[in-house]
């Protein structure tokens, strides 16, 4: 089973999760598109969604690739293996799985240093017999000034190209 996880406290424009077991598809299925608004602290680490595949017995298997589509402008975007805990799935045959905890990915934006105000990322997933766009909205509130902020803010910093979804670094959070 291949799904994406929901998140408390995102909203969603479209489905809260898709799965693929159960479900016929064609060989070929059409580019799914989804919107997704969310909102963070800047100089904070948002958590955009979770990924995880699972098998019927809720064992992990490998999640879905992600691939960064549009970097965001103000920031950058990563994925992190982390463990997930199945909150939802909208199709399938796997509801005895939700509340287990799997090994998968976590998708991390993280402002620029000094950053507030909107920003926003497109990605997609790739499923077996799917790819899924997604697109991201951030709003990224302030956070209260230090001399350490006003510093970290002078520098301008590089943007993010587009491939492959990167690894998060290990001391991220």
Sequence with gaps: MWCFLHRHGLKFAGALALCLAGMTLSARAVDAAEELTTSGQAGRPVIIREHAGWDRYCEAIAHPALFLDEPPRHGSVCARIAEIRIQTLAAGTQAQ???RVVRGVRLVYRPDAGFAGGD???YAVQYPL???S???SIAVTP???SAANAQASM???SRQAAGPMPECPELMF
């Design 130 to 132: 799917q790819r899924k």
């Design 155 to 157: 520098a301008l910093p």
């Design 120 to 122: 926003g990322l497109r």
């Design 134 to 136: 997604v697109a991201v």
């Design 97 to 99: 799985c939700i509340g």
């Design 143 to 145: 956070e209260a000034p």
